[in-house]
């Protein structure tokens, strides 16, 4: 992991990945700031050199990137970007219509 920024709309991390031999630029991202901290995010989840994997689903174009769903940590740690969403009430005046809905 060479980068972790925590910003809306999206906390984007950069990875240096080896892959064939070479070394492989990518960007992945999730969700905005306040669905990362509802998973337990902040911003000093990730440092730069920490070994992470990240499992999500790369751009239909083929680029080197990806939308993650998780990471897992060198430590067996599993962290997830969409896991735990706040369900927020129908009636909730602060709702944006963008939270899941049981």
């Known amino acids: 992991m060479t980068a972790f920024t925590w910003a809306d709309p999206h906390v984007m991390i950069a990875l240096d990945?080896?892959?064939n031999g070479t070394i492989e630029k990518w960007?992945?991202?999730?969700s905005n700031k306040k669905n990362s901290a509802v998973n337990g995010w902040d911003k000093n989840t990730?440092?730069?050199?920490?070994v992470i994997t990240g499992i999500?689903?790369?751009f239909n174009d083929g680029s080197n990137a990806a939308q993650l769903q998780k990471i897992v940590m060198a430590n067996g740690k599993e962290m997830s970007l969409y896991g735990q969403l706040r369900v927020l009430p129908a009636a909730d005046p602060t709702?944006?219509?963008r939270e899941r809905r049981p």
């Open 27 to 30: 960007k992945v991202g999730g």
């Open 46 to 50: 990730l440092k730069p050199g920490d």
């Open 95 to 97: 709702s944006t219509g």
């Open 17 to 19: 990945v080896q892959a």
């Open 56 to 58: 999500g689903f790369r």
